[in-house]
């Protein structure tokens, strides 16, 4: 074989497009939403239910995705996501009011939860065992590059008169081509048999281990068949501390760091947003290379115990050094950005247009003019700058001398624990939800553990500025965090109650939960390098009882031998 087949290239596009599709989308807001204030005067509740309104069609997918996915397979849904993300990049880009736009974000956000799940599980299904973990592992490189893209096109389309318009257009160009790569491919394992000389698939093997495929319903996850309740641990555990780890609510003191250190105005937040997706797209790439080599669970147990050290060092360092500000209210919520899903790819949230017109501390008040007279909104964007460059954040002062090693160690430190996330957490998460379950109950699975995920970024976000003792000061992130004090309107007898621990105690406490964290992986999480979705899911049948050393012999985790399968009649 002195060249790749060429279906293997269209499952590498497929993979690597849907990931950019999704990376873009998710933050192509960051520069849209500027001119969107001055087109519609927005206030800062309704700026922040446009960015959100993506994460309530995120999470609608993920309930009612998973039928679909298994109900019309994988292929299919992909596709028919792509005709949903269309319609909503139209609706973004015509829309005239408020609500046509989040209307259209919701889409937007439905459609790219949908093909991410989709995509892992076509991707894992349709080639090798081999070869899975490279590619399943390139949607998460994609999503990295498609967030940087985002950036460069904001930065390009800045000075255009309805240039958010075609920011959101563009958004239909990587899911065209990723549409076009799946004309070309089979529509699952059992086509793709037909396809061994051209390509290196799974062939059906599922169907030659077991020619009577048994049904699932959803209620099956929760109980003791097939050892489907174990699996089930395994997934939500994952999903659940890839987000209780901190990691969204880490990068909002991104840009901070990176002034602290001397990187002054504009700088640090290019080396914040640029710098550290830099380091995710480096870190991503070596855990592909690494993933079907050194295993999973290897990878899981040094980026999760590499983070534990890592947040901690940073909380650590703050004790010393003060790190008080984050997101103002023209900044992007924790609670849109998806650091895990297939993807969390999160970048720093301070990544937002930068508040020109100063809004009124009126919570409903819409933004103020620049002033009294009507100007070309290109004239206001060309005298702003570029829409990445400006922090929502409070600059901190110049540090002193004997603090300057602290500062560079948390730095250093966060550098760290990006890279850890991004070749483990990062990639790994979504490429064992989709090797672990049953074919018939893959999809709802993977998106029962997907809700798990959207749901819980979104109360480590909403509870981040709680913890860190910023909900009761006038001038702090918490007065401008507007999404945090919706909640905190619609149960205020839980106001009274919440404790506050400091940002120190916060970043300790995911380090706490980070090692909580390695040992779940290392009594719970089976590695599966090397072996067929058929011999995973015959190996979990096999074992009754998951809490067993046996499953971590080593941090490479376990060889299985391979299954000898008769040949059907």
């Known amino acids: 074989m002195g060249h790749a087949p060429p279906l293997l290239l269209l499952c590498v596009s497929v993979s690597f497009l849907g990931g950019l599709t999704f990376g873009y989308e998710l933050t192509v807001i960051s520069g ?36 679909l996915i298994d109900r019309y397979g994988r292929k299919k849904t992909i596709l028919g996501s792509n005709l949903v993300l269309l319609a909503g990049s139209l609706n973004l880009g015509l829309a005239g009011s408020l609500a046509w736009l989040i209307l259209g974000r919701s889409v937007a956000g439905f459609a790219i939860s949908l093909s991410s799940m989709a995509c892992c599980i076509y991707v894992s299904e349709l080639v090798e065992a081999q070869r899975r ?9 994609g999503i990295t590059v498609g967030i940087l893209l985002s950036y460069a096109v904001n930065y ?3 000075g255009h008169p309805w240039g958010w318009r075609q920011m959101f257009g563009w958004a239909a160009a990587p899911a065209l081509l990723q549409s076009l790569s799946l004309l070309f491919l089979p529509a699952d394992a059992d086509e793709a048999a037909a396809h061994k000389d051209l390509i290196p698939l799974q062939g059906g093997e599922v169907s030659k281990l077991d020619l009577t495929v048994p049904r699932y319903s959803f209620l099956d996850l929760f109980r003791a068949r097939d050892n489907m309740r174990s699996r089930t641990t395994v997934g939500l555990g994952l999903v659940l501390f890839q987000q209780l780890t901190g990691q969204p609510n880490l990068l909002c003191y991104a840009s901070t760091i990176f002034h602290s250190v001397g990187f002054q105005g504009d700088s640090s937040a290019v080396l914040a947003s640029v710098g550290l997706g830099t380091v995710k797209v480096v870190a991503t790439l070596i855990a592909m290379g690494l993933v079907d080599r050194a295993g999973r669970r290897a990878l899981l147990l040094a980026g999760c115990a590499l983070m534990a050290l890592s947040v901690s060092g940073i909380g650590l360092v703050s004790f010393a050094i003060s790190m008080d500000s984050g997101p103002s209210c023209l900044t992007m919520p924790n609670s849109t950005r998806l650091p895990g899903l297939p993807g969390d790819s999160a970048l720093p949230s301070g990544i937002s247009p930068s508040p020109l017109p100063t809004p009124s501390k009126n919570h409903g008040e819409k933004v103020s003019s620049i002033s009294g007279q009507s100007k070309p909104h290109s004239a206001v964007w060309a005298s702003t700058g570029p829409p990445f460059w400006a922090l929502g954040t409070v600059a901190p ?27 483990g957490f990062g990639p790994v998460t979504w490429l064992v939800l989709s090797e672990i379950y049953p074919m018939k109950i893959r999809g709802r699975a993977f998106a029962f553990c997907n809700s798990f995920n959207w749901t819980a970024n979104l109360f480590i976000s909403l509870s981040f500025l709680d913890l860190i003792g910023q909900s009761s000061k006038g001038d702090t992130p918490k007065e401008h965090f507007k999404f945090s004090r919706i909640v905190d309107s619609l149960l205020p007898p839980l106001q009274k ?20 964290g390695v040992g779940f992986i290392y009594l719970f999480v089976p590695e599966t390098k090397g072996q067929s979705l058929a011999e995973i899911d015959q190996q979990f049948q096999r074992r009754r009882f998951m809490l067993s050393f046996d499953w971590a012999q080593s ?6 031998s391979p299954i000898e399968v008769p040949e059907a009649p």
Do not use: K, N
């Open 397 to 423: 002062t110049r540090p002193a001398g004997e603090h300057v090693l602290l500062h560079w160690t948390a730095l250093l430190c966060m550098m760290i624990f990006v890279s850890a996330f991004s070749f």
């Open 555 to 560: 941090l490479a985790g376990i060889q299985y």
């Open 133 to 141: 973990g490279v590619l399943v592992s390139l949607y998460e490189a």
């Open 497 to 516: 109650r919440r404790g506050t621990i400091g940002l120190s105690w916060t970043f300790l406490l995911y380090g706490l939960t980070a090692i909580l």
């Open 156 to 158: 390009t389309l800045a």
């Open 32 to 67: 849209a939403l500027l001119p969107l204030q001055l087109d519609f005067g927005l206030s800062c509740l309704e700026q922040e239910l446009l960015v959100g309104s993506l994460l309530l069609g995120a999470l609608l997918a993920s309930m009612v995705g998973g039928f």
